[in-house]
Nanobody, 124 residues
C-alpha cells in the first residue's frame, strides 16, 4: 500500500521561505506524477504545482508562479516544494498527491493517492 507523508510546514513571517517535502512509502510500480495542492480556511482545495516523473515538465498555478518551485528526487522517493517570498494569503494546509497514470494534471480527481497535509502559516 502506497502512502505519502508531507513535512516542512510551519509558522513564518511574510517574505520568508519554507521547503516542503513529500516522501512516498511503498512501491507504485509506475512512473507517477507528483502534485501539490493547498486548502485555506473556508476555501476549496486548489492546485499549486505538479511535476512529471522525469522532472522535465512542471506546471504551476498563476498565484505561485515565480515564487514556488517543485522538484523531486526519485532515488529518495521524495518530492519537494520550495516556497519563497511567502505571503499571508499562502496560509493553508498543503497536500501532496501522486497520479499513477503520469502526465501533468491540475484537477484533484486526477490524482490517486494523497498525503495528510502539512500546515503553512504566514504572518504579516
Amino acid at each position: 500500500q502506497v502512502q505519502l507523508k508531507e513535512s516542512g510546514g510551519g509558522l513564518v513571517q511574510a517574505g520568508a521561505s519554507l521547503r516542503l517535502s513529500c516522501t512516498v512509502f511503498g512501491r507504485t510500480f509506475t512512473p507517477y506524477t507528483m502534485g501539490w495542492f493547498r486548502q485555506a480556511p473556508g476555501k476549496e482545495r486548489e492546485f499549486v504545482a505538479a511535476i512529471t516523473w522525469s522532472g522535465e515538465s512542471t506546471d504551476y498555478s498563476d498565484s505561485v508562479k515565480g515564487r514556488f518551485t517543485i522538484s523531486r528526487d526519485n532515488a529518495k522517493n521524495t518530492g519537494y516544494l520550495q516556497l519563497n517570498s511567502l505571503k499571508p494569503e499562502d496560509t493553508a494546509v498543503y497536500y501532496c498527491a501522486v497520479r499513477l497514470r503520469g502526465g501533468l494534471r491540475v484537477g484533484e480527481r486526477e490524482y490517486d493517492i494523497w498525503g495528510q497535509g502539512t500546515q503553512v502559516t504566514v504572518s504579516s
